[in-house]
């Protein structure tokens, strides 16, 4: 829970005073914006650096004014009694540029201070410069031989300073300029180097005492005494890590490899290594390329920047792109933008990307079940990259089965025939993990929506070895064609001799007529106009141009047996047997079984049907090659479906499902929300 600046003043026990009031109101930043009130300033955190500097970030509705964050760091400052407090802030809302002309118009009193309280040569050289602002750039004005030192580092004091503290993104430009003569300029560098030598000097002597105070408490214990020494390496004289690997960048000091899942708020620097996914490059107002690139270690990603001179373009495309790298960066939480870690890179290495999964095993398998990201809720990885991985593995088939689409065909296709092309060639299974949902145990018609009532139709019967379509075989294929004619339309259909059909018969094209209610059809509404007949002697398989001549003869028909759709299980295994590369020949006809369809018409009009009437035009009859019982029994059948239609009383045939079963529509299904189960489609 975030406390406003008046709280935390109070709990410390920090005086403010009326004049304190008073000259933090008369430095708001703009007139018209003013912050006058310590209760509108949040304070979110504190921070602690390794350097001793004590951060602290606050939230306002509207930008403090340089002025106004020095007198509260001076607060703090006294409170403690340390000489740096930096305070970081963020806004609520959107900076617009008037805020942030009028920021930069004030900045330099609060650059110069801390630039003063910062132990280093480049910071104090910072802090002899002056800032200027021209159209809306901000300019950092050095002396010659003050930028001439500084230019030699990329990543600067001011930058590094700015990139932690700014209040907004902002690229300051450096600018030397030449204001004293020549004798002056030597006299101040020398100036310089002897402050520098003489606050070294200092330095060395404080870390002298403090280790000599180290050697005196722990005199008497050698291995503390050593523990010691090491420690105080590590504490005092932290030098640059040396690899031979650096691309671009300085290493910086020893610090440990850590996942990118790892970084926190308390992480200041780290070092990770991981695989470049995204790269881009552009060109800042102040001329300077800005390098953006997203790296990951599987564990999670993070965001990396970089600024650089225009001219190492091309050079740092070549190093960072789709590559696999160790980078050392200052690492931040943004929350004005990317709301997540960025990372400020200072160094760039080679790594050797870890080696990825592959299949050992001498018999490789063959995955049939796997979802992509394209998979409804479920499924992240690329289609590509799995059919690339199954490849990988050397695996000769892959299938893809998302769950309810089919939308990664296209891109496996695409990337089988890349592959093929590379000398990998892999097959694809083209598959989709479907929903089964249970539409009820009784229905008895299939596919029968968009028939009409008054529809030609097929009756057929095949001769089995058994009951089981993948292993029995077919022995004799029997059907007759039935279709509705008008009072002025008596023709029949003709087939070629090839199929026992008559050749010398033509019939004109089916016109279908107007609907009929059931109970006004009768036998003399219908002609026997076709016949097919084909079996074989030594019972092996039908040769697949005779199933091929039978579903050209069926023409997709409403199909009538007793038990239909056993026997269309062994003409669909029969179309499948086919040549590799040729077409498999499908059936999926409208159905009907016709013993459960006179069993539950029979239970619902409390009527038997024994024996009725069978009267059909029979134009082929001289003509018909088949064994006479099966061709009563076919005849039978279809005067027997006829006459159920007329007992049924119905108008349409999908009356047949809804008004004699349990059966609903798949919209009502959908409604009831009733439970589905998986199925696998290849």
């Known amino acids: 829970m975030n406390h406003s600046l008046t709280e935390v003043f109070s709990y410390l026990k920090i005086k403010w005073q009326e004049k304190d009031q008073i000259n933090f109101t008369n430095h708001t930043l703009l007139s018209n914006q003013n912050i006058t009130d310590l209760n509108e300033i949040a304070v979110e955190g504190m921070r602690c650096s390794v350097n001793g500097e004590l951060s602290i970030t606050v939230q306002t509705n509207q930008l403090l004014s340089p002025k106004q964050l020095i007198l509260i760091e001076e607060k703090f400052e006294n409170l403690f009694g340390i000489p740096e407090v930096i305070i970081k802030q963020l806004t609520v809302k959107e900076i617009d540029n008037e805020?942030?002309?009028?920021?930069?118009?004030?900045?330099?009193?609060?650059?110069?201070?801390?630039?003063?309280?910062?132990?280093?040569?480049?910071?104090?050289?910072?802090?002899?410069?002056?800032?200027?602002?021209?159209?809306?750039?901000?300019?950092?004005?050095?002396?010659?031989?003050?930028?001439?030192?500084?230019?030699?580092?990329?990543?600067?004091?001011?930058?590094?300073?700015?990139?932690?503290?700014?209040?907004?993104?902002?690229?300051?430009?450096?600018?030397?300029?030449?204001?004293?003569?020549?004798?002056?300029?030597?006299?101040?560098?020398?100036?310089?180097?002897?402050?520098?030598?003489?606050?070294?000097?200092?330095?060395?002597?404080?870390?002298?005492?403090?280790?000599?105070?180290?050697?005196?408490?722990?005199?008497?214990?050698?291995?503390?005494?050593?523990?010691?020494?090491?420690?105080?390496?590590?504490?005092?004289?932290?030098?640059?890590?040396?690899?031979?690997?650096?691309?671009?960048?300085?290493?910086?000091?020893?610090?440990?490899?850590?996942?990118?899942?790892?970084?926190?708020?308390?992480?200041?620097?780290?070092?990770?290594?991981?695989?470049?996914?995204?790269?881009?490059?552009?060109?800042?107002?102040?001329?300077?390329?800005?390098?953006?690139?997203?790296?990951?270690?599987?564990?999670?990603?993070?965001?990396?920047?970089?600024?650089?001179?225009?001219?190492?373009?091309?050079?740092?495309?070549?190093?960072?792109?789709?590559?696999?790298?160790?980078?050392?960066?200052?690492?931040?939480?943004?929350?004005?933008?990317?709301?997540?870690?960025?990372?400020?890179?200072?160094?760039?290495?080679?790594?050797?990307?870890?080696?990825?999964?592959?299949?050992?095993?001498?018999?490789?398998?063959?995955?049939?079940?796997?979802?992509?990201?394209?998979?409804?809720?479920?499924?992240?990885?690329?289609?590509?990259?799995?059919?690339?991985?199954?490849?990988?593995?050397?695996?000769?088939?892959?299938?893809?089965?998302?769950?309810?689409?089919?939308?990664?065909?296209?891109?496996?296709?695409?990337?089988?025939?890349?592959?093929?092309?590379?000398?990998?060639?892999?097959?694809?299974?083209?598959?989709?993990?479907?929903?089964?949902?249970?539409?009820?145990?009784?229905?008895?018609?299939?596919?029968?929506?968009?028939?009409?009532?008054?529809t030609d139709f097929i009756v057929f019967q095949l001769d089995r070895l058994g009951d089981d379509p993948q292993k029995d075989k077919i022995k004799a294929i029997s059907a007759l064609k039935f279709k509705y004619i008008n009072d002025n339309q008596t023709e029949c259909e003709n087939k070629s001799d090839d199929n026992q059909i008559n050749p010398n018969t033509d019939l004109p094209e089916n016109t279908q007529a107007s609907k009929k209610v059931s109970e006004n059809l009768n036998f003399n509404d219908y002609e026997m106009v076709g016949f097919f007949y084909e079996e074989t002697k030594t019972y092996e398989t039908f040769s697949i141009d005779t199933i091929k001549a039978f579903a050209e003869f069926c023409d997709e028909l409403p199909m009538i047996a007793d038990d239909s759709l056993l026997q269309l299980n062994f003409l669909r295994y029969a179309g499948f047997k086919v040549k590799e590369n040729d077409p498999r020949i499908k059936f999926n006809p409208p159905l009907i079984e016709l013993a459960k369809m006179q069993r539950a018409i029979e239970a619902q009009t409390k009527e038997s049907i024994q024996d009725f009437p069978i009267n059909f035009s029979e134009h082929l009859i001289n003509q018909i090659n088949m064994p006479e019982e099966t061709y009563l029994f076919l005849k039978n059948s279809a005067g027997r479906f006829i006459f159920l239609l007329q007992l049924a009383g119905i108008n349409e045939l999908s009356e047949l499902n809804t008004k004699f079963t349990d059966y609903k529509t798949f919209e009502q299904l959908k409604q009831k929300r009733k439970k589905t189960n998986h199925i696998l489609l290849l």
């Not at 430009?173 to 030597?186: G, R, T």
């Not at 402050?195 to 403090?210: D, G, H, I, R, T």
């Not at 552009?282 to 225009?310: E, Q």
């Open 99 to 454: 805020e942030k002309i009028a920021f930069l118009n004030d900045v330099e009193s609060w650059i110069i201070k801390h630039a003063k309280n910062y132990q280093s040569l480049e910071a104090s050289l910072f802090a002899k410069g002056k800032a200027k602002v021209e159209d809306d750039v901000l300019i950092w004005q050095m002396q010659c031989n003050h930028y001439d030192l500084i230019s030699q580092n990329t990543e600067h004091w001011l930058n590094q300073f700015w990139f932690k503290f700014g209040c907004f993104p902002y690229e300051i430009v450096l600018q030397a300029i030449n204001e004293q003569s020549d004798d002056e300029l030597i006299e101040n560098t020398e100036k310089l180097f002897s402050e520098a030598n003489s606050l070294s000097s200092e330095l060395y002597q404080q870390k002298l005492k403090a280790i000599k105070k180290i050697e005196n408490q722990q005199k008497n214990n050698s291995n503390n005494l050593n523990n010691s020494n090491k420690n105080y390496q590590t504490k005092y004289r932290k030098k640059s890590r040396v690899s031979e690997n650096v691309l671009w960048g300085r290493t910086g000091p020893e610090i440990p490899l850590i996942k990118l899942s790892d970084i926190n708020h308390e992480t200041d620097r780290a070092l990770f290594e991981g695989q470049v996914f995204i790269f881009e490059t552009k060109i800042t107002k102040n001329n300077r390329l800005l390098v953006k690139f997203a790296i990951t270690d599987l564990t999670t990603s993070i965001s990396c920047t970089i600024f650089a001179d225009p001219e190492e373009k091309a050079e740092l495309t070549k190093i960072i792109k789709n590559n696999y790298l160790k980078v050392t960066a200052d690492v931040y939480y943004d929350d004005r933008y990317a709301k997540d870690f960025v990372a400020r890179v200072t160094c760039i290495e080679s790594a050797i990307k870890p080696q990825g999964r592959s299949d050992e095993s001498e018999e490789k398998r063959v995955e049939l079940h796997i979802h992509s990201k394209l998979s409804a809720k479920d499924g992240t990885i690329n289609p590509e990259d799995i059919v690339k991985t199954a490849s990988k593995f050397g695996h000769p088939a892959v299938a893809i089965t998302d769950h309810g689409v089919v939308q990664a065909f296209p891109d496996i296709a695409a990337m089988a025939d890349r592959l093929a092309s590379e000398g990998n060639p892999i097959k694809i299974i083209y598959g989709v993990e479907g929903y089964l949902l249970d539409d009820g145990f009784d229905c008895f018609a299939y596919q029968i929506e968009n028939v009409p009532l008054n």
